[in-house]
Each structure stands twice: as structure tokens, then as C-alpha cells.
């Protein structure tokens, strides 16, 4: 599902752009392309320290979009690309995929578990 070249801009420094929908319209939040990690079911795991209207906004609306790109790898038109995700979300606050995320980050309060149905080159 999700192709080589976007797990190639994971390995590298950037910034990771989360949107979800709230009731006053789109809420952005940011996280680091470094953070991003996968489960053994395939879903995207994300440490979430506060995220507190993210994780608001999810449990009334669970779709979720994510941009990440990197200027060091190569892009559809030269230097640098960047991705769309799209998929649903969950907060995760117990189990196997919120201890992976604990692991690596102690100070996560819950992970931020998401379902990719689609993965978009941009640039």
C-alpha cells in the first residue's frame, strides 16, 4: 500500500502535516517525518503528545489526510517530493500498537493509529 518512494521520504527529516475536520472547519496539526512508524497490521503509527482537538475531532469524524515530503529525495519533476495520505484514524491507548509507539516514545500519551486507503504523489 504504501510505495517505496514515500517510505523513502520517512527516512528522511520533514514534516508531517495531519488534517481532520472539526466543527469550526479543517484543524492542522504537525509531527515529525521520524515519528511515523508501521504495525504489524499495516497501520501508520503516530506518538501523539497532546493532539488534544485532533483526537476531539476523530472520534466524531474519523477521516483523516496527511501530507509528508522531503527536498532530498527525488521528486516527478526533480528535487524533492511530497505525498498525500488519506485513510481513517483512531487513538490507541492500550495494546500492541500503542505499546510499539510507547517504546520508542515514553512520552506519548496514546498513539495515533491510521488506516491508509490511499497514497498520493504530489510533487
Known amino acids: 500500500m504504501f510505495p517505496e518512494k514515500a517510505l523513502e521520504v520517512l527516512k528522511h527529516p520533514g514534516v508531517v ?7 469550526d472547519g479543517p484543524h492542522l496539526v504537525n509531527t515529525w517525518n521520524s515519528y511515523l512508524q508501521f504495525s504489524e497490521e499495516g497501520w501508520m ?5 497532546y493532539m488534544h482537538e485532533t483526537e476531539t475531532n476523530i472520534s466524531k469524524d474519523n477521516r483523516i489526510l496527511l501530507t509528508i515530503g522531503s527536498h532530498e529525495v527525488q521528486g516527478k519533476l526533480g528535487a524533492g517530493t511530497g505525498f498525500l ?19 520508542r516514545y515514553p ?6 493509529a491510521v488506516k491508509v486507503t490511499s497514497v498520493t504523489q504530489t510533487l
Open 85 to 103: 495520505i488519506k485513510g481513517t484514524a483512531e487513538f490507541l491507548y492500550a495494546g500492541a500498537s500503542f505499546e510499539q509507539v510507547k517504546a
Open 17 to 23: 502535516a495531519i488534517a481532520t475536520q472539526g466543527e
Open 45 to 49: 503509527l503516530i506518538p501523539a503528545g
Open 107 to 112: 512520552w506519548a500519551r496514546a498513539a495515533l
